[in-house]
Each structure stands twice: as C-alpha cells, then as structure tokens.
C-alpha cells in the first residue's frame, strides 16, 4: 500500500513542478523574453497549458477578480500540498 502512497505523491511532485514551470514560461512570454514565434517554444508552451489549464479555469470561476492579478495558481498549488499532506497524515499503514 506504500508504493501507491508513494506514487500517487510523487504525481503530485510532478503537477506542482508543471505548474510553476508553466507560471514561470507565462510570465518570460508576457513580458517578451522569450517569443512564442519559435515553433518549439510554442509546442513546449502548449503543452503545458492543456496539463495546467483545465484545473486553473475550474479554480478560476470560484476566485474574485481582481484585475491582473491571478491568484489561482497560488490557490491550486497549496491544494496539492494540502491534499498530499492530508495523504501522508491519514494513508492507512
């Protein structure tokens, strides 16, 4: 029962990686550092936002607006920690 533990955390390793790593590509093309032009750039980006944005738009409709500012990744990240914390604490043993 360990190693489903184990996988099901490190799945959630993975999402959270994704997910800054996405925030993070998002934010180098907004403020044009990299450019979307490039076809693997392009390709690695929409990637990314088909993993990242059906769970973002889902925390997105229950957020406030609050201009420019997203709060949802923030939001989506602390639950995945929450949860596999929740995991840890409470998997039977």
Same mark, same amino acid.
């Given at each position: 029962? @360990?190693s ?12 959270q990686?994704?997910?800054?790593v996405?925030?993070?590509?998002? =934010?180098?093309?907004?403020? @044009?550092?990299i450019?979307t032009g490039?076809r ?7 990637t990314?936002?088909?993993?990242c944005?059906?769970i973002l @738009?889902?925390?997105r409709?229950?957020?406030p @607006? ?9 939001v989506v990240?602390?639950?995945? =920690? ?9 998997w039977?043993?």
């Amino acid at each position: 029962m @360990n190693s489903l533990l184990y996988l099901i955390i490190q799945i959630i390793n993975l999402f959270q990686f994704i997910l800054i790593v996405y925030i993070i590509l998002t =934010w180098l093309v907004n403020f @044009n550092i990299i450019n979307t032009g490039n076809r693997f750039v392009y390709s690695i980006l929409d990637t990314l936002y088909r993993l990242c944005e059906p769970i973002l @738009n889902l925390v997105r409709r229950y957020l406030p @607006n609050f201009g420019a500012l997203d709060l949802s990744p923030i939001v989506v990240y602390l639950g995945l =920690w929450f949860i596999k914390s929740l995991l840890i604490e409470y998997w039977p043993r």
